[in-house]
């Protein structure tokens, strides 16, 4: 089992910026990939970011490729999405998602195990 704790969300104007965290317990990460999912009200759950633990691999969803960093701490076992030039629509519940086969992959049902999720707003 993996337990996952998301935290960093808020509320920002359009423009500004945020950083979200995540933090993994109860296994191991070498074999891991751990994923950024987000899901706005009456939308499906999309791919943000994912990295994979073991080559250090990052890859992002167009739509936040250079806005969005994804970043990771090896001895705390915690990953980040540094936010920089938010846009309303990038309002959503931003959610980390760990996958135990390591592909990084950006469909949703790829990861077995997720966090409660974090509400981010971008105000216009």
């Known amino acids: 089992q993996v337990q996952l704790a998301e935290s960093g969300g808020g509320l920002v104007q359009a423009g500004g910026s945020l950083s979200l965290s995540c933090v993994a317990s109860?296994?191991?990460?070498?074999?891991?990939?751990l994923g950024w999912f987000r899901q706005a009200p009456g939308k499906e759950r999309e791919f943000v970011a994912a990295?994979?633990?073991?080559?250090?691999?990052?890859n992002y969803a167009d739509s936040v490729k250079g806005r969005f960093t994804m970043s990771r701490d090896n001895a705390k076992n915690t990953v980040y999405l540094r936010m920089d030039s938010l846009k309303p629509e990038d309002t959503a519940v931003y959610y980390c998602?760990?996958?135990?086969?390591?592909?990084?992959?950006?469909?949703?049902?790829?990861?077995?195990?997720w966090g409660q999720g974090t509400q981010v707003t971008v105000s216009s």
């Open positions: 998602a760990a996958d135990q086969y390591g592909s990084g992959h950006p469909q949703s049902d790829k990861y077995e195990y």
């Open positions: 109860g296994r191991t990460l070498s074999r891991f990939a």
């Open positions: 990295i994979r633990w073991s080559v250090n691999s990052i």
